[in-house]
């Protein structure tokens, strides 16, 4: 953080100087790169909008190292559906980037949900959970599928407290993680959201943003800029890129007509009741959006590039040439991170 500091006061200082060479800026703890007047005021600009995560590292306490190993357990748990055949990893795939890569995914009686499963990952960055918002946190969401009749379809809590607790592994891990006290249906899902707390997937443009020039390649940098400029960083800012407000999909055009989704969603107004509410949803993160498709609350639309044709048109009103979008994809690439290995199920020490 110290250097990141110095090197931005020295960029802020350079770009401000006249000098014989007033186009490169020599970057302090990167002797043999230079960096161009416009790469440093990119760098600047992105670090206003937009902030790096970083890999977590696991509380080694017992207390705490029991949570995460019990929520990680329920998180692969098929034996949390009313069949024993859904986990919360079967919809949201942590080996593809927290996802199931479907339009809407199967329930345990084979029902598929009418909205696109979002993916876990980095999603205790988002300042509420699911398209509506209905869930402010992740402990909050994880209780909701398992007893959803469509979903896990789990017919009760009591129901749930039960199978877990004919498991000898599960019960014994509890009393690490909650010593002396019984086990409820609120403490065991809190798990589920602690274990997801750490799945954070740091990329490129983190490194871009933590001061390495030489994490992003010329084109991908272009894109960064025809993504500012173009005003995509108006919802998709901040640490996830998105996840931090609700907005009006298709504000300035049917959204229907260009995804052509098979029916209309009225989006948090169902929830709300509120004729300022239909339509909207939350605007997800495009942490890893090369790999979460298809697109959208319906996962109408599942190449990418038609995804920020569409965008650029139905949110903000702008027809983008076949080079920006490709540029933009290309930008956006550079958001895809690392799966941390504590996080995956073939990891047998975590």
């Known amino acids: 953080m110290k250097n990141l500091i110095i090197n931005t006061f020295l960029i802020i ?17 990167k002797p043999k790169y230079v960096v161009t007047k416009e790469e440093g005021r990119l760098w600047i600009k992105s ?5 790096p995560v970083f890999m977590l590292k696991i509380d080694s306490s017992t207390q705490n190292l029991a949570k995460f190993q ?8 098929k034996g949390l559906s009313k069949n024993s055949n859904i986990s919360c990893n079967s919809c949201h795939n942590l080996e593809k980037f927290g996802v199931d890569n479907e339009p809407t995914s ?19 960055l988002h300042f509420a959970q699911f398209w509506d918002g209905r869930a402010k946190t992740v402990e909050l969401q994880a209780q909701r599928p398992i007893l959803n009749p469509i979903e896990m379809g789990c017919p009760s809590q009591s129901f ?7 498991n000898p592994k599960y019960a014994g891990l509890f009393l690490k993680a909650f010593p002396n006290q019984l086990m409820d249906y609120e403490k065991l899902t809190s798990t589920i959201g602690y274990f997801e707390r750490f799945l954070n997937t740091p990329s490129r443009f983190d490194k871009f943003l933590a001061n390495d020039f030489e994490a992003l390649n010329e084109k991908e940098k272009l ?5 500012i400029e173009t005003g995509c960083q108006s919802c998709h800012n901040g640490i996830a890129l998105g996840g931090s407000m609700y907005e009006t999909f298709g504000k300035y055009d049917n959204y229907q007509k260009h995804t052509t989704s098979k029916k209309i969603d009225n989006g948090m107004f169902d ?23 298809p697109y959208f609350h319906d996962g109408s639309v599942t190449n990418i590039n038609e995804a920020v044709k569409i965008m650029a048109k139905i949110q903000l009103n702008k027809e983008l040439s076949e080079s920006q979008i490709e540029a933009i994809v290309a930008f956006l690439g550079t958001l895809k991170g690392e799966i941390p290995e504590y996080a995956k199920l073939k990891n047998k020490n975590s």
């Open 70 to 77: 019990l929520g990680k357990m329920l998180y692969y748990e």
């Open 106 to 124: 199967p329930g345990t009686d084979g029902v598929r949900g009418g909205r696109n499963s979002p993916t876990s990952l980095n999603a205790h």
């Open 271 to 293: 929830l709300t009741k509120n004729e300022n509410d239909r339509f909207k949803f939350k605007v997800p993160s495009l942490r890893n959006i090369t790999e979460t498709y």
């Open 160 to 166: 749930v407290i039960e199978k877990v607790q004919s």
């Open 223 to 227: 894109g960064l800029k025809i993504y």
């Open 13 to 29: 200082t350079l770009l401000s100087c006249n000098s014989q060479k007033e186009n490169e800026i020599k970057v302090e703890n």
């Open 47 to 51: 670090n206003q909008l937009f902030k």
